[in-house]
Every structure is written in structure tokens, then in C-alpha cells.
Nanobody, 128 residues
Framework: QVQLVESGGELVQAGGSLRLSCAHSGRGFSNYAMGWFRQAPGKEREFVAC???????????QYGDSVKGRFTISRDNAKNTVYLQMSSLKPEDTAVYYCAARYLGSAGHTTPSAYAYWGQGTQVTVSS
């Protein structure tokens, strides 16, 4: 069974930076593509970024349009951890951020239903 635990969310001023972490417990971390989603009050869950890794293709990342150029996703397979480095934060980035795991090779990296496991979420609040 896979468990995901996010950390790092907090209150930050606009223009600031924050790094979220997601620890994956269970076997086969490298067999999963890892994603970050966010959900603001009254809004649908939004794709933020995802990262996958294979021995043949290396690391592959994808980003949502609203965070491209500001956020960076990375993973450390030795630590079973995925990170989301967020910079130039805006008030509209305020949301609960969720970590999720998807089986490698499954389609729909931007679709929440494609992900098999979810963390509890961590709150990020950006003040103006």
C-alpha cells in the first residue's frame, strides 16, 4: 500500500518562494509518476506538475500553464520523495496542494482520476 505525506505548506508573501515535499512510503517509488495538484475553495482540482523517471528515458516533467516558468518539480528516487519548488508566488496560487501517484505508462497525467494514490494535502497561502 502506498502512502503519501505532504509537507512544507505555509503562509508566504507574494513574490516569495516555498518548497513542498511529498514522502512516498511503500515499494517501487520509481515505478510511479508523481504529480502535484491544487484546489482552491470553490474550484476544481487543478493539475500543477508531474514527474516521471525511467532508466531509458530519464526524467520527464510536465507543468500546468499557470505555473510554467515559476514552479519546478523534481524527485529523489533514493529518498522516495518528490518536491515542488515554487517561486514568484502569487495570491492566486493559494490552495491546498496535493501530492499524487500514478502508475507509469498510464495516460492522463493532468487528470486527477488517473492517479491511484493521494496525500492529505498541505495548505499554501500567499498574501498580497
Amino acid at each position: 500500500q502506498v502512502q503519501l505525506v505532504e509537507s512544507g505548506g505555509e503562509l508566504v508573501q507574494a513574490g516569495g518562494s516555498l518548497r513542498l515535499s511529498c514522502a512516498h512510503s511503500g515499494r517501487g517509488f520509481s515505478n510511479y509518476a508523481m504529480g502535484w495538484f491544487r484546489q482552491a475553495p470553490g474550484k476544481e482540482r487543478e493539475f500543477v506538475a508531474c514527474v516521471s523517471w525511467t532508466g531509458w528515458t530519464g526524467t520527464n516533467t510536465q507543468y500546468g500553464d499557470s505555473v510554467k516558468g515559476r514552479f519546478t518539480i523534481s524527485r529523489d528516487n533514493a529518498k522516495n520523495t518528490v518536491y515542488l519548488q515554487m517561486s514568484s508566488l502569487k495570491p492566486e496560487d493559494t490552495a491546498v496542494y496535493y501530492c499524487a501517484a500514478r502508475y507509469l505508462g498510464s495516460a492522463g497525467h493532468t487528470t486527477p482520476s488517473a492517479y491511484a494514490y493521494w496525500g492529505q494535502g498541505t495548505q499554501v497561502t500567499v498574501s498580497s
